[in-house]
């Protein structure tokens, strides 16, 4: 699927839940992006770039539907070899205490260069807690999900694939307006630990969010 | 001008004397007023005369009336015009509304009435012996009654003669009716006391002429008033204690530190960026912020509003209580009892 349709789509998707949520937010952003590529055939490979993303949480009660779209053009470090990375999350939280949410859902990625795509599906399950560290003003979290389930047009079997995310929360007093600073890695092993890459992006994203 | 009644006086006061005591006034009007219809009116003055001064002390007017009418109209008959309207003034000044009886008695006899009744400014009033109503509606009403046209004054005075209320100034003609609302000319409610009700009949210049006074001994009723709601106390505390600020800072040091150190662990062999770092370092600062700012005592929005929100709701229960106070002690019952008139008059009477 191409990025841009998979963009239409997932906006398309969003708009009429989030009309039905009694709580949401929509944030735009911006964010480096670093993969990391270690395999016995090509030995380390690394790509950077700067890419844009728009995410999404829609809740009613205790559930939390989250969506996220990213899309950035990556350059490799050393040669000239240009990739488009896009990533996709639909997942579906619930937070059974304040300061911790659990949830899961599939999380999309995919290569674009110039010999084809490589598409990867990964099933993740999550874990989030937080701290309220001024309310109402800032708030941090950690997230750690693991993969649990994936299929890949890559040669190797998927062994392990684990994550993290850590962010700051910023809101401006009681106006919808807030921000999200982030950092998240992500971890996937394949082939006996043969192939190894990992995914890397520091960003902020600003947006509104009612209640 | 006068030698006519001083001699009528003098010429009857011997026979008047000695059976003054003896004799019933009512029968003595009734043969005065047989005398005259037979005309024989030296003997109807002398009953009418000694009648007349046996009436004096007496309240009941109406006969005290009858009797003067028949006494002057013996004078106009007897040749004695001035004393005849010296009685008819008397008569206005005892009954201001009183009118002849123009079948009983002749136009030369009228003629002399309306004349003296003309010259004789003399307002009656008309009051119930007990009035109760609630302040603020003109419940006490007086009905006045005048002798002619001519200007009064109407007013409500203390026993020390200061005006608690001008009820009227203005011109009578036959007849007036003054209500008054039990309240003072400031508005507030008359308290407990006695006062007069005063009519003043003013001559042409303007000075009282006579003056009708009638007693009031007012009591005005005590009310029940609603208790003034306290100030609430179960208020909602207002500022936030500073314990959530050691939240913050173990919060922010351990979620910075996560963030900064697990990916580290996560892919050891993988050459990480330093966002990571960056990233923990904001969660960090964040809470020591937090920390800092927290220990200060921080306003609770919610709390304050809803403080807000009784208090407004205690002072506007003050408010109706106090309005409804008010409004029971300015429509409290006032009750005016009424004493017999008197009456003081510049020309004597």
Redesign the interface.
């Known amino acids: 699927m191409k990025p841009t349709r998979t963009l239409v789509l997932l906006i398309a998707w969003c708009l009429p839940h989030a009309a039905m949520a009694q709580s949401g937010a929509l944030r735009v952003g911006v964010a480096n992006a670093r993969v990391e590529r270690i395999s016995p055939v090509d030995g380390t490979r690394s790509f950077t770039g700067v890419g844009f993303g728009i995410e999404g949480a829609f809740g009613i009660g205790p559930a939390t539907l989250g969506v996220r779209y990213f899309e950035s053009p990556l350059t490799a470090d050393e040669v000239t070899d240009e990739v488009n990375l896009v990533e996709g999350e639909a997942l579906l939280w619930v937070t059974p205490v304040r300061w911790v949410s659990v949830g899961g859902g599939p999380h999309i990625r995919a290569y674009t260069e110039a010999g084809g795509t490589e598409r990867w599906v990964l099933w993740e399950l999550r874990a989030r807690g937080g701290a309220d560290l001024l309310r109402p003003f800032l708030g941090a979290y950690v997230e750690g999900w693991m993969t649990v389930g994936a299929s890949a047009d890559v040669a190797e079997p998927l062994d392990a694939g684990r994550g993290l995310e850590g962010g700051l929360r910023i809101a401006v007093g009681r106006l919808p307006f807030s921000a999200r600073l982030r950092y998240r890695v992500e971890r996937l092993e394949l082939g006996d630990g043969v192939r190894r890459e990992t995914v890397e992006q520091v960003g902020i994203a600003i947006g509104i969010g009612w209640r | 001008m006068r030698r006519g009644p001083l001699l009528l006086l003098a010429a009857l006061l011997p026979a008047v004397a000695a059976p003054l005591g003896a004799q019933d006034p009512d029968s003595l009007v009734a043969s005065g007023v047989s005398a005259y219809r037979n005309l024989e009116f030296d003997d109807a003055a002398g009953f009418l005369v000694r009648a007349n001064a046996l009436l004096a002390s007496r309240p009941d007017t109406a006969l005290r009336a009858r009797a003067l009418m028949y006494l002057a109209a013996v004078e106009i008959y007897r040749g004695h015009g001035d004393s005849a309207q010296t009685v008819f003034r008397n008569l206005v000044r005892l009954a201001p509304g009183y009118r002849v009886d123009r079948l009983v008695f002749p136009p030369e006899v009228t003629s002399v009435f309306d004349a003296a009744r003309r010259m004789t400014p003399a307002v009656g009033a008309t009051v119930l012996p007990e009035t109760r109503f609630p302040a603020g509606t003109d419940g006490f009403t007086t009905r006045l009654i005048g002798s002619t046209f001519h200007q009064i004054r109407v007013d409500v005075q203390r026993p020390d003669a200061s005006v608690v209320r001008n009820l009227y100034a203005g011109p009578i003609g036959d007849s007036l009716s003054v209500s008054w609302d039990g309240r003072t000319g400031a508005g507030l409610p008359i308290t407990t006391g006695r006062y007069w009700l005063v009519v003043s009949s003013l001559s042409p210049a303007g000075a009282p002429a006579r003056v009708l006074r009638v007693p009031l001994d007012i009591v005005r009723q005590e009310v029940d008033t609603l208790p003034i709601p306290l100030e609430p106390r179960d208020l909602l505390p207002e500022q936030r204690a500073a314990r959530?600020s050691w939240?913050?800072l173990v919060?922010?040091l351990?979620?910075?530190a996560?963030?900064?150190g697990?990916?580290s662990a996560?892919?050891s062999?993988?050459?990480?960026?330093s966002?990571?770092f960056?990233?923990?370092t904001?969660?960090a600062v964040?809470?020591v912020?937090?920390f800092v700012?927290?220990r200060a005592e921080?306003p609770i929005?919610e709390n304050i509003a809803a403080n807000d929100s009784t208090r407004t709701a205690w002072r506007a229960g003050v408010a109706a209580a106090a309005a409804e106070n008010e409004r029971r002690r300015v429509t409290a019952e006032v009750r005016i009892r009424t004493g017999p008139p008197q009456v003081i008059d510049q020309e004597g009477s």
């Not at chain 2, 062999?269 to 960026?273: G, K, M, N, Q, R």
Request: hydrophobic residues 45%; aromatic residues 0%; glycine residues 26%.
């Open positions: 959530g939240e913050s919060g922010g351990l979620l910075g996560v963030t900064a697990a990916p996560l892919a062999d993988a050459s990480l960026s966002g990571r960056a990233a923990g904001a969660i964040a809470g912020v937090g700012i927290g921080q929005p």
